[in-house]
């Protein structure tokens, strides 16, 4: 399931990702991801995982068409207690067109303060 957060305002983006997430939720977070780099240009992205979420092909391939638009994100934070995070943020680094942090999760207002820095 993706659940957009809260704190997203403007350009600056949050999603929580748990268990299975469905290609209909990959869409609506990329029409919602699209619509704000057409508004502001650049976004900042703040991503809430507590683990790998399992996804079906339709929603891989959902994700994958928005690797043009990694060049729009300056700043991209993952939050998460998972040590597979670490190694994923440093893959993400070389698609990201910004900065690339992970927090660990007890550090999620810290993480909000840096996305929007």
């Given at each position: 399931m993706i659940r957009r957060l809260d704190e997203s305002s403007g350009?600056?983006?949050?999603?929580?990702?748990?268990?299975?997430?469905?290609?209909?939720?990959?869409?609506?977070l990329s029409e919602e991801f699209k619509a704000a780099i057409a508004e502001h240009g650049k976004v900042r992205v703040l991503v809430r995982m507590r683990r790998i979420p399992r996804m079906g092909l339709g929603a891989w391939v959902e994700d994958f068409k928005l690797t043009p638009y990694?060049?729009?994100?300056?700043?991209?934070?993952?939050?998460?207690?998972?040590?597979?995070?670490?190694?994923?943020?440093?893959?993400?680094?070389?698609?990201i067109g910004g900065e690339v942090r992970r927090f660990e999760d007890s550090r999620y207002d810290e993480a909000w303060r840096w996305v929007r820095s």
């Open positions: 350009n600056v983006l949050g999603w929580e990702v748990t268990g299975k997430v469905t290609e209909e939720e990959v869409r609506t990694a060049k729009d994100v300056e700043r991209y934070a993952i939050v998460s207690d998972s040590n597979l995070f670490e190694w994923t943020s440093k893959i993400a680094e070389a698609f």
